[in-house]
């Protein structure tokens, strides 16, 4: 049980069945979203859904969700699938079959693959819907949809608590954020029982709070819903042809229009670690957003904790080698300072600064990286200097490389952010990996 900001008298605790929320968790079927692209990560997801996008040194982005089920009690797991998504399947298969199907527990995919009609998963909803009479096969009581393209950690069974206390037809979490940054997220507008009485999805002019007139309430795209209305709601959409088929812009509207009893969950009350008054979540959709948020990993005490044995992440892990450093001449020393450096990884006389490498990179003697992520599997040749730079998996920098020097000539080969942060793929070094023909 983490420790909970309600103290003794915590709603979400009961002392009759151990963790909060055993007993629901148990019967509660979580089906995550992880079939979109993430156009605006650009290259990055060229050939990879953006749930299988690297994160955080050894881990996809998927994982988190992933591993927040399972810390969370919940053991009976689909994953929707659809755009480009053979590098997630192989990572669901490698990093999650440790689930007992002698215990009714999985993790089943759930591939687009035309079983009600002729056409693809056209929007949320229906990606939910087309795959009903395999959930109806599991006979839950709760059916939890979840977005696999987030970083967070959550303890879901309090929100499953919070949703049965309060007798909900269907429960969204909730996070406060600034009302520039609302305009990509649905916002909510509730009452003093934390009934939400309008919603509004990817609003131009997002409404904000009351009494808060920076701060909005958008929605983290985690639903609970009873599993026999979320049936109903989805066959009465699919019915309809001008529907989207899309919880946001559809489902949502229309159960608050006709007065079901919709409520919103504060984060605040299943955020695990929180650090402060501010839970973490973050939508790493942008290029920017994702060197980011990889290196704030870097500081002395990031605000996403990957060291708290009780809520662990769980992964595909390749079975490689420690990290190694060497050479220790006044002309040329291995070493890495504020820096994340994983297994298999060999820093051969380089400097490390503010940067986080995944797996099996290996930076050559004089180089220098600063304030960048590589995504493993990489070779850095002898004076290398790469600086503010996303390195995608598989890319050979050849010796002499500078990357993040010279911002002119960066945009004639690379693709360079806003913030001038650069992406180099093998496609943009020439560099082919993967073969269409």
């Not at 591993?67 to 919940?74: A, D, E, M, P, R």
């Not at 990606?127 to 009479?133: E, I, K, R, S």
């Not at 503010?388 to 010796?399: H, M, Q, S, T, Y």
């Amino acid at each position: 049980m983490i420790d909970c900001r309600h103290g003794k008298n915590c709603p979400y605790k009961n002392e009759d069945q151990g963790p909060a929320g055993s007993r629901l968790a148990r019967n509660t079927l979580a089906v995550v979203l992880a079939g979109g692209r993430g156009s605006r990560l650009g290259p990055l997801t060229d050939w990879r859904a953006k749930p299988a996008v690297p994160f955080a040194g050894k881990f996809r982005i998927i994982d988190f969700t992933l591993s927040n089920c399972v810390n969370s009690g919940i053991r009976r797991i689909g994953v929707a699938t659809q755009y480009k998504a053979q590098s997630l399947i192989r990572h669901v298969q490698r990093g999650w079959s440790f689930l007992d199907g002698r215990f009714n527990e999985f993790i089943e995919l759930l591939p687009a693959q035309q079983r009600v009609t002729a056409d693809w998963y056209r929007g949320t909803a229906d990606a939910v819907y087309q795959n009903l009479d395999l959930l109806r096969a599991h006979a839950p009581e709760y059916i939890l949809v979840l977005a696999g393209d987030h970083v967070y950690k959550m303890d879901y069974a309090r929100m499953l608590v919070d949703h049965a206390a309060r007798k909900a037809d269907m429960t969204i979490a909730c996070i406060k954020v600034p009302v520039r940054d609302a305009t990509g997220l649905g916002v909510m507008q509730v009452d003093e029982d934390g009934r939400i009485i309008g919603f509004q999805e990817k609003p131009a002019e997002p409404q904000p709070m009351p009494g808060h007139p920076d701060v909005a309430l958008g929605s983290m795209g985690i639903y609970v819903f009873n599993a026999a209305f979320l049936y109903e709601q989805l066959i009465r959409d699919a019915d309809l042809r001008a529907s989207a088929h899309d919880f946001g812009k559809d489902i949502i509207p229309h159960l608050i229009e006709r007065g079901y009893r919709v409520m919103a969950h504060d984060f605040k009350d299943s955020c695990v670690n929180m650090i402060g008054e501010v839970p973490y979540w973050r939508d790493v959709g942008t290029i920017d957003a994702f060197w980011e948020s990889n290196l704030d990993l870097t500081h002395v005490t990031p605000d996403l904790n990957l060291y708290d044995a009780k809520w662990p992440i769980w992964t595909h892990q390749e079975q490689l080698p420690p990290a190694k450093f060497v050479f220790d001449d006044e002309t040329r020393r291995g070493e890495a300072i504020d820096a994340l450096v994983s297994g298999g990884c060999i820093i051969s006389g380089a400097t490390v600064r503010r940067s986080l490498l995944f797996s099996k990179v290996h930076v050559h003697s004089f180089s220098q990286i600063e304030d960048s992520v590589l995504l493993g599997n990489n070779d850095v040749g002898r004076n290398c200097v790469i600086r503010r730079a996303v390195i995608d998996k598989g890319c050979n920098l050849p010796p002499g490389t500078h990357i993040g020097v010279d911002p002119d000539e960066d945009r004639r080969r690379f693709l360079v952010t806003e913030r001038g942060v650069t992406l180099v793929t093998p496609d943009m070094l020439g560099q082919q990996i993967h073969h269409l023909r």
